[in-house]
Each structure stands twice: as C-alpha cells, then as structure tokens.
T-cell receptor, first 114, second 110 residues
C-alpha cells in the first residue's frame, strides 16, 4: 500500500529563520506529489506540485520553494520565514480511484512562526 | 478561476439527526466530486466520491450531485458525535490539481 511520511510533525521557528519540511512516499513509483498549506481558519491552499524529479509547478508566488531530488521525496523550503507562513503543511500523493485521481494526505507538519 | 463555495458553519445537529452539507462550484468542466473529512488537528481523508447526477449511498453517508445546478451535497444520517469534523468538497476536472472548498465544520451534539 502507498504511505506518506512527513517530518517534522511540529516545529516552532523564529521569523527570518530557514525552513525545510520533508515528505517521502512508499509503495509507488513516479508519483505526482503536492504541497498544500492550511492556515488557521482557512481552506487548503495548493502551494506546489510535482510530476517527476526536478519538475516543480508553483501555484502561489511567495517566499517558499519546493524541490524533488528523488522520485519519492518532496521537500518544501524557505530561506527566511514570515509570520504569515504559520500553518499546517500537508504533503499529498495522487492516486487512481474509480477512474479519477484523488489525493491521499500525509499526517502533516504544523509550523508556528514567532 | 475555479471556485468552490461551502458554508463554513459551524453546523450543529443533535445526535441521531440528519446533517446536510452543501457545496457549489463554478467550473462546469468538473467531472467528479469528492468529499473529504478532516478531524481537528488531523489531515483530510477521502470519504465519498460521486460522478453522476443523482444520489450515491455508502452506509450512513449519501452524496447528491446536480451538475446542471453545479451543486453537490453530503447527507449524514443518524449523526454521531464521532462525525464532528470539517467536511471539504473538491471537484475534479480531470487534468488539474484538486481545488478544495474551505470546508463546513459540523458539530454533532450528544
């Protein structure tokens, strides 16, 4: 079965510090992977998606970046965090389900920027 | 720009009642529709999908779709306190990432 691992689960970072969130998947090859963010009281915002190694599409211009150094690894980074970067970051894996493509989410990484 | 509208709630229903969650969408190309449930502090999980106009039942859950009205709903019969969560609607167009509604928070009161 396909599984998604995210870490760290929780982190508190000062404004201006760097960030690295990691997502790895098991049980599949060449998956489409996604990063979403959910800010407090708000919906899921698509940040990046990747269809393969080194292929990143950005949905929202901001101080975040993503990389896909390996087939089953997806990393979200920032050089300098802002207060507005606080939120629940979710990595998602696309899979086939009854003829459509659905998303399975990892457990998430909760980031608080102080 | 695809838009998905949901009443943010909270929607409060007594235990045993029917909870009705609604969603409207702007993209007429949408082919399939998914409902995700998100417990507080957890990640969303897929609970229902519907592809054709009409009703689709799965246990206590019924999804209803009306493509002409661009409207999809989720009914939860015999609501339980364990159903208390935020429910997210997501239309699927077939070739772009899922766009989620902001979700409706459901509270089932024992």
């Amino acid at each position: 079965s396909q599984t998604i691992h995210q870490w760290p689960a929780t982190l508190v970072q000062p404004v201006g510090s760097p960030l690295s969130l990691e997502c790895t998947v098991e049980g599949t090859s060449n998956p489409n992977l996604y990063w979403y963010r959910q800010a407090a009281g708000r919906g899921l915002q698509l940040l990046f998606y990747s269809v393969g190694i080194g292929q990143i599409s950005s949905e929202v211009p901001q101080n975040l970046s993503a990389s896909r150094p390996q087939d089953r690894q997806f990393i979200l980074s920032s050089k300098k965090l802002l207060l507005s970067d606080s939120g629940f970051y979710l990595c998602a894996l696309e899979r086939s389900y009854s003829g459509a493509n659905v998303l399975t989410f990892g457990a998430g990484s909760r980031l608080t920027v102080l | 720009q695809k838009e998905v509208e949901q009443n943010s709630g909270p929607l409060s229903v007594p235990e045993g009642a029917i909870a009705s969650l609604n969603c409207t969408y702007s993209d007429r190309v949408s082919q399939s529709f998914f409902w995700y449930r998100q417990y507080s502090g957890k990640s969303p999980e897929l609970i229902m999908s519907i592809y054709s106009n009409g009703d689709k039942e799965d246990g206590r859950f019924t999804a209803q779709l009306n493509k002409a009205s661009q409207y999809v709903s989720l009914l939860i019969r015999d609501s339980q306190p364990s159903d208390s969560a935020t429910y997210l609607c997501a239309p699927y167009t077939g070739n772009t990432p899922l766009v989620f509604g902001k979700g409706t928070r459901l509270s089932v009161i024992a």
